[in-house]
Structures are given as C-alpha cells and as structure tokens.
C-alpha cells in the first residue's frame, strides 16, 4: 500500500528537513506514535536508527526505524520494521518562493493475514498519513 502526501510549510528548508528527518521527533507530529526515541548518538545520517511505539488500532506496537539514504535538505528515505508492518518512507524538500514543499510517500507492506486486510484498511491508514502530515506542518509552522 503507498501513501503520499504533499504539503508546504513556512519553515526554510535546511530547517524543516533536519527536524523532520529527526524520527525521534514524530511522536510531536504524527498522533499515531506514542514514543520515539534515537538508538545510538553521532551526527545524524545514513544508519541513524530509531525506535517507535506506533498505535495499531486498540494496541501499540513497537516498530524499529534506520536512515537508508540522507541527503541533507533535499532526500531522506527510512525503512521501518515492525511485528506486523514494515514501511519505507521517502520524504524530499524543495524550496519554492519563501516556502519549503514537503512531498511524503511511504510504502507499507503487511505481514502475513494483514496483508488480506490491506484493502479494507487503506482508508483508514490514509486518513492516518494524512492527519501525520497535518501535525508535521503544524509543528514547523510554529
């Protein structure tokens, strides 16, 4: 299942991408994280790694995110592992006028009788995406 979303946001965009590549700051922005903390210190890059506590429907759910790819300010892509779920978000920056375009696109992929389930819950887990990119554009805008 693939998600995508566009938004755009007043924040200059070396800003807007060091603070949204940062996953341990997702729990401020996207409503289904519960915790989000980094594993490890150094500078922030290519195996950066991050552990999420993401809510599936009445549980949460504990699910492992690392950098694949980190060009900073323009491209960040993670893969999330999970119990139930693995995902590979890709999210680029642009500048256009005096704003940053923020395109977000993540690619889930269930395990084992969910991904039957995949179809009926698409909406669900769009609105979810949706309502994650809202709280990113809310939480730069500040």
């Known amino acids: 299942m693939r998600l995508t979303e566009r938004r755009r946001v007043r924040r200059p ?3 807007a991408f060091s603070y949204t590549a940062d996953f341990s700051n997702i729990e401020k922005w996207d409503p289904s994280i519960v ?7 150094g500078p922030l890059g290519v ?3 991050f552990t999420l506590d993401v809510r599936f429907g ?3 759910l504990p699910m492992t995110y690392e950098i694949t ?9 993670l893969i999330g592992k999970g119990a139930t779920l693995d995902a590979t978000d890709e999210i680029n920056f642009r ?13 889930l992929s269930f ?12 909406p669900l887990m769009k609105r979810t995406g949706r309502r994650a990119l809202d709280g990113l554009v809310a939480a730069l805008d500040r």
Not at 35 to 41: K, L, N, Q, T, V
Not at 69 to 77: A, F, K, L, M, N
Not at 111 to 122: I, Q, T
């Open 13 to 15: 965009q070396p800003k």
């Open 35 to 41: 915790a989000s903390r980094r594993i490890g210190e």
């Open 47 to 49: 195996g950066s790694r």
């Open 58 to 60: 009445n549980r949460v």
């Open 69 to 77: 790819s980190y060009e900073p300010y323009d491209r960040v892509v």
């Open 95 to 107: 500048t256009e006028g005096d704003e940053t375009v923020i395109d977000y696109k993540a690619d």
């Open 111 to 122: 395990h084992k009788l969910l991904r039957y389930l995949a179809p009926v819950k698409s």
